[in-house]
């Protein structure tokens, strides 16, 4: 069918920015991938702002008869998020306001949150969101709600449907309703009394129909997120409460969630978590029952296949040995919780007992000690990507999760084994919620043949008839129904509650225009079609799962590409290469160089967040590589082999600028080269805080120290060596000469490479593709620090610069190397008494000491220098290097996540100069090193080493 897009697209631009409207095909095709089996692409994207945009658009797509998708982060897994028409996004500017509500027990959330940012947000007031998916740290508000989502410790009562207070809802004609809203409630029940009174009427045709109301209050005593939650007539008299429930879980089909009021759940200070193995699934399946009734807060349940993917687990002592030849053990992951101590110590005891009457194969204990706990925890995170990582190239990863009753968990849990089996899916593995009888299916399956998709067809067929069949179980228990389940429902449900279904979606709209095909769907062969058939790229790139967990830290999320997206065009890329589509290939191409190399911020931060652990910076730094950098790599060289003379002339280069600032007035610069930075990237943004140059002859006059007692090899970055105070800065001298101050304070021997000057990390070469350069630089600073003079084989090396640091620690993990706040941490703090500052102090951890794990010592510092510290809570700034004088954007986009409220503190510290000049540029914060932190508190204090034995 042929939709009148051009006519609605011309009705919408006097809204909405032309920005926020996107009709590229290759930019749609970066938002046509979500974390499910399938692709779809968009013709349309749409970054709405806020709900009277939302209620206009609606309105127009209604009037324009033009169906419509609502996503929110695309972590969802049955297609339920892709659209072949019009992809509605929430802008990521937007979208984000939170009010707590009696002290923190009830919040109020618009649905572009993150989830586990509600619980942050939460946390000092002692309470938390009842759901608590797996992908909490990055799956929004709006996702959790339009999916009923639930979670390991959430089970059937905590969840969104059960603790909801009330919502603003976007009906299908525009109408909004605030169920909150006296007078809105009014006045919807005036305008849409026949909408209300068909749901009542659907209320009292359940009740009357005794063996189908049964039905419904059975199959939702386990978790069920198949089809629309018919319970809620059952559950509510109100037409109201009965509508606003049915929204619940409808995924995007009823109307869009606006604003949503959630009920939370206390937290628990004590916890404790235990490790259990079991000779055989039903043993372990016997022990869910009976360890249930002790009220735990959650069982983890793992297969054989899941545990044998495991081992060895050397931190818990469990290793092959214990998987004796023929045995098919599986494993439980218990968590307890209690209001005290002696409570859950009580527990622990009973869960002990039970589980020796189950033959017990292996315990690893209950502990409290957190790090302890989170290694088993990382052990049943790690099972996802494990298969997900280690699955044929090419293949596509599938996650089905299914629910039964607790008592048919062990007789399911077999049946779906052989099924795998049967199927030859050799990497599946069945994991899950055991007490709530959820279990988690994960195989992959190659989709580039025919024969791959009837395998899966005749897999999916078998799975369903089991659960439905033999043990009256839910197709879909947390994963909402989407595309791929939507064949399926009335099968599961039967002709009169899937009649009902069909029924509440045409209430609420008649035209199928709201997610078309997801929950109801009359095609059979549905989730057969639009799989995604992955392309072969790249070693790493092919184990990308598309879950999203990459977007929330990325910087350039919601002004360029994603990692995700990064890849799903890269995969397209090869695929028109494949086709020998040459035109297709130049524009994509061209596209993908600024939307997915150029403000790529290539830190790495991605990484850190990938559940298998996909670096997607580091991989586009090898594409530059292997590309147009190999024209300019014999010039890279020689400026490499001439590095002295290159900083000098860019030494030349920032004192003629200042010059210029000086004779054209300052803002005068800064504005012109804005505007010529928009038309030529390559010509940096002077902004208001570009450093003034540094005299190199100062560098010269302050590396000399006194012969003192200990030693430290102090290696100021080039960065530093060129980049002097920029004119707002109040800081009087260099950060060289600060550090070289600080160290000598505290008696150490300042050692500076004679041919300091000539050196660099290699950093600088790296971060734009030249790896041969890189590994030279790199090389060359290690040679020179070998070659020094030192009492000490453990002498400490400090970098002044965090990403220096990383890039020198890359390549020689077992060097003692150190970067500012670590070296204070462990050489200088126990050194010294002080009055903490009093001033509200901004603190940035940027994205190389995160990498590194260096959170511990930029706490312990702070907390021994400041009374009142704020964290930036930034996983990247976006400046990256010098790319932030290039793609200031990049830099602003990632700082819009920063919390208004933090802008309000005195100054702030890092440990990396270019981070620095960005934060400064768009916060209006002074940022210095924390040297120059240390040397305040040195001079105003008058302080005094404490004497260290």
């Known amino acids: 069918m042929e939709y009148n897009y051009l006519s609605l697209l011309k009705k919408i631009k006097t809204y909405i920015p032309k920005d926020n409207i996107i009709t590229d095909p290759t930019l749609c095709y970066a938002y046509g991938t979500d974390a499910s089996l399938y692709r779809i692409t968009p013709k349309i994207v749409l970054k709405v702002r806020h709900a009277e945009e939302m209620s206009k658009f609606i309105k127009d797509a209604l009037f324009y008869k033009t169906p419509i998708t609502f996503r929110a982060a695309g972590t969802s897994l049955s297609g339920q998020a892709l659209s072949d028409s019009i992809l509605v996004v929430l802008h990521e500017n937007y979208w984000k306001k939170i009010t707590i509500i009696d002290n923190g027990k009830e919040v109020s959330l618009e649905p572009g949150l993150i989830g586990g940012d509600v619980n942050l947000i939460l946390k000092p007031y002692g309470y938390k969101i009842g759901p608590d998916p797996s992908s909490i740290n990055s799956c929004k508000i709006g996702g959790i709600a339009a999916n009923n989502s639930s979670g390991m410790c959430c089970g059937v009562k905590l969840n969104a449907y059960h603790t909801l207070k009330g919502m603003k809802i976007i009906f299908c004609d525009g109408t909004v309703l605030d169920t909150l809203n006296k007078n809105s409630v009014d006045t919807f029940k005036q305008k849409h009394f026949d909408l209300l009174d068909s749901i009542y009427e659907l209320r009292l045709q359940l009740l009357e129909n005794k063996p189908l109301r049964e039905k419904v209050q059975t199959k939702y005593r386990i978790k069920n997120t198949t089809g629309y939650g018919i319970n809620a007539l059952l559950d509510y008299e109100n037409p109201i409460d009965i509508l606003q429930h049915l929204l619940i879980g409808s995924e995007g089909t009823l109307g869009f969630i606006a604003n949503i009021n959630l009920e939370t759940i206390p937290l628990k200070n004590n916890q404790m978590t235990g490790f259990f193995v079991f000779e055989n699934i039903e043993n372990a399946c016997e022990a869910v029952v009976e360890i249930t009734k002790l009220n735990p807060d959650a069982i983890e349940l793992m297969d054989f296949l899941s545990l044998k993917s495991l081992v060895p687990i050397s931190e818990i002592g469990f290793y092959d040995s214990h998987l004796s030849k023929g045995s098919k053990p599986a494993a439980l992951l218990i968590q307890i919780q209690g209001d005290s101590s002696d409570s859950l110590i009580d527990k622990a005891a009973s869960i002990n007992k039970e589980s020796l009457r ?44 299914v629910t039964v009753p607790l008592t048919c968990l062990a007789q399911a849990t077999i049946q779906i084994q052989n099924l795998l089996k049967k199927y030859d899916y050799t990497d599946g593995v069945i994991f899950g919620h055991a007490m709530d009888g959820s279990l988690h299916i994960v195989f992959s399956q190659q989709f580039n043949h025919q024969e791959g998709h009837k395998k899966y067809q005749n897999f999916i067929d078998e799975l369903v008839r089991i659960i439905v069949n033999d043990f009256n179980g839910s197709l879909k228990g947390e994963h909402g129904t989407g595309r791929n389940m939507a064949p399926f429902v009335e099968q599961e ?64 999320e919601g002004y360029t590409f994603t990692p995700r997206q990064r890849n799903t065009i890269l995969d397209k890329i090869k695929s028109l290469d494949n086709q020998s589509n040459h035109y297709n290939t130049k524009k994509t191409h061209k596209i993908f160089q600024h939307y997915g190399v150029d403000t790529c911020a290539t830190t790495g931060a991605c990484e850190l967040s990938c559940p298998v652990g996909i670096n997607v910076g580091q991989l586009i730094l090898t594409e530059k590589s292997k590309s147009d950098v190999l024209v300019k790599s014999k010039f890279v060289d020689l400026i490499a082999k001439n590095f002295e003379i290159t900083t000098d002339i860019m030494r030349f280069n920032l004192s003629s600028l200042s010059f210029l600032k000086k004779l054209l007035g300052k803002e005068f610069v800064e504005r012109k080269s804005m505007q010529i930075n928009q038309k030529i990237s390559s010509i940096p943004y002077v902004g208001s805080n570009f450093p003034n140059a540094l005299k190199k002859n100062q560098l010269q006059k302050i590396a000399q120290s006194d012969n003192q007692l200990k030693q430290v090899v102090y290696i100021p970055s080039c960065i530093n060596r060129l980049m002097g105070n920029n004119d707002s800065n109040k800081q009087e001298s260099p950060l060289i000469e600060i550090v070289v101050k600080v160290l000598s304070y505290f008696g150490y021997n300042v050692l500076i490479p004679q041919n300091i000057n000539e050196l660099c990390c290699g950093l600088a070469f790296k971060s734009k593709g030249f790896l041969k350069s890189y590994h030279f630089k790199n090389d060359e600073m290690l040679s020179s620090i070998t070659e ?19 890039c020198l620690i890359e390549k020689n993990k077992n060097m003692n190397i150190y970067e500012p706040f670590r070296f204070i941490d462990e050489y ?30 930029f706490y312990n510092v702070m907390n021994k220098i400041s009374e009142n510290i704020e964290y930036t809570e930034l996983e990247c700034c976006g400046f990256s290097g010098d790319k932030g004088f290039f793609y200031p954007k990049l830099n602003e986009n990632a700082l819009r996540k920063m919390s208004r409220d933090k802008i309000s503190c005195d100054y702030g510290v890092s440990n990396s100069r270019t981070c620095e000049i960005g934060l400064a540029d768009h916060t209006g914060l002074e940022f210095n090193s924390i040297f120059h932190l240390f040397n305040q508190l040195i001079e105003s204090q008058s302080l005094k080493l404490e004497q260290v034995e």
Not at 513 to 542: T, Y
């Open 358 to 401: 189950h033959n017990l194969l292996f315990k690893y204990d209950f502990t409290k000690d957190e790090n302890q706990t989170k290694n088993l925890w990382d052990l049943r995170k790690a099972l996802l990507p494990k298969v997900g990582a280690h699955r044929e190239r090419g293949s596509t990863l599938i996650v089905e999760d």
């Open 493 to 556: 449900w039967g002709k009169d509650a899937y009649s009902i279904m069909q029924k509440v979606k045409t209430l609420f709209d008649k035209t199928f225009l709201l997610n078309p095909g997801v929950i109801i769907n009359d095609d059979p062969e549905a989730h057969l079609k639009n799989i995604k058939q992955k392309e072969i790229h790249h070693s790493d790139l092919d184990k990308c799962m598309d879950c999203g967990f990459c977007e929330k830290v990325c910087p350039s």
């Open 788 to 806: 020094m003079k030192l009492t000490s084989d453990n002498t400490p090396i400090l970098m002044d610069h965090s990403s220096c640091f990383d």
């Open 828 to 857: 200088i703090l126990d050194r010294f008494a002080s009055s903490p500052s009093k001033d509200k102090v901004l603190v940035h951890i940027p994205c190389s000491s995160i990498k590194n794990k260096l959170h511990q010592s």
